[in-house]
């Protein structure tokens, strides 16, 4: 089930989001999940639109695995 929600502006939100590129490092995506306060990232590329969703777990598993 997706949950509607809005990407983050500087006046905040209620139901807040954060997207990344696809081509983006993992150190700044646990920057942009630490910052944003979200439990997920939507990544995604802009030839292809959304590829998918990263959480923390798959982040930690790139890193330490």
Do not use: F
């Not at 590329?45 to 790139?62: A, H, N, Q």
């Amino acid at each position: 089930v997706m949950t509607p929600c809005e990407i983050i502006k500087d006046d905040g939100t209620d139901k807040p989001c954060a997207q990344i590129d696809a081509d983006e490092s993992i150190y700044n995506a646990l920057k942009v999940l630490e910052s944003s306060g979200t439990h997920g990232i939507v990544v995604s590329r802009s030839s292809d639109g959304e590829v998918g969703v990263i959480c923390l777990r798959d982040l930690l598993c790139k890193v330490l695995c």
